[in-house]
């Protein structure tokens, strides 16, 4: 069992891990053109200590679905805000084996730059991968921004320290709006750009729209006993 109280030590590690990490890799900066035919979208669901990672690949610019795949693993680190790295990079990193390709960009449900150490879960997952990745969130994690206006592509910028870190965007008339952020090697306008690009009437861009109901539908499949490990093409 995870213990409820984490130990002040294995915080204080992850966080040195995290800066550790963040030197290495470029995060936030867009190191080289990207070229996109595969976009993926990679989310996790709960139940318990037990912890289901899904990655779904789309087609890029048409976000037909192309395949995707589901890990399940005990968790071994507790949940702590800013450290979801350790929580959820194991699932992809176990889903995106199962594969057999990764995506040439990956939407990552949590925090990229916009992270009180500018290495959040995308950054993370994205250094990892070795592939350009794009973090979004539906609340702050750390700075501020005011409310964008109520049409869909309205944004205002999210600050931190003087430092802007993310957009706060309305991908969808009505609905809150999400922080998008720069992961590893994309830059905040390009994340913003393909945020934008994938949009198809929900408020999550396509492909992570899909690995969220995937990772929902597992959870299901999970709870009733009905859970067989697969991935499919």
């Not at 109280?5 to 992850?14: E, G, Y």
């Not at 899904?54 to 507790?78: M, Q, T, Y």
């Not at 409310?147 to 965007?169: C, F, H």
Request: glycine share 10%.
């Amino acid at each position: 069992m995870i213990p409820s109280r984490p130990d002040s030590d294995l915080i204080r590690n992850a966080r040195a891990i995290q800066d550790r990490l963040r030197a290495r890799y470029s995060c936030g900066v867009r190191g080289r053109e990207i070229s996109v035919k595969i976009i993926g979208g990679a989310d996790a669901a709960y139940s318990g200590d037990t912890g289901i990672g899904v990655i779904a690949l789309l087609s890029f610019r048409d976000l037909e679905p192309i395949g995707h795949a589901v890990a399940v693993r005990k968790v071994l680190f507790p949940y702590v805000p800013g450290l979801f790295g350790f929580r959820e990079v194991p699932l992809y990193l176990a889903a995106c084996e199962k594969l057999g390709l990764l995506p040439d960009l990956l939407f990552v449900n949590g925090h990229g730059f916009s992270h009180p150490r500018r290495f959040g879960l995308a950054c993370h997952t994205g250094s990892l991968l070795g592939i350009p990745t794009i973090g979004m969130a539906s609340r702050l994690l750390c700075g501020r921004a005011a409310l964008p206006g109520p049409e869909q592509g309205s944004s205002t910028a999210v600050t931190d320290n003087g430092e802007t870190i993310g957009m706060s965007v309305r991908t969808k008339a009505g609905s809150k709006p999400v922080v998008i952020s720069a992961g590893y090697l994309t830059d905040l306008p390009y994340a913003v750009e393909m945020t934008l690009a994938c949009l198809t009437g929900n408020r999550l861009p396509q492909p992570l729209h899909a690995a969220d109901k995937l990772s929902r539908w597992y959870l299901a499949l999970l709870s009733k006993n009905a859970f067989y490990p697969c991935y499919r093409f």
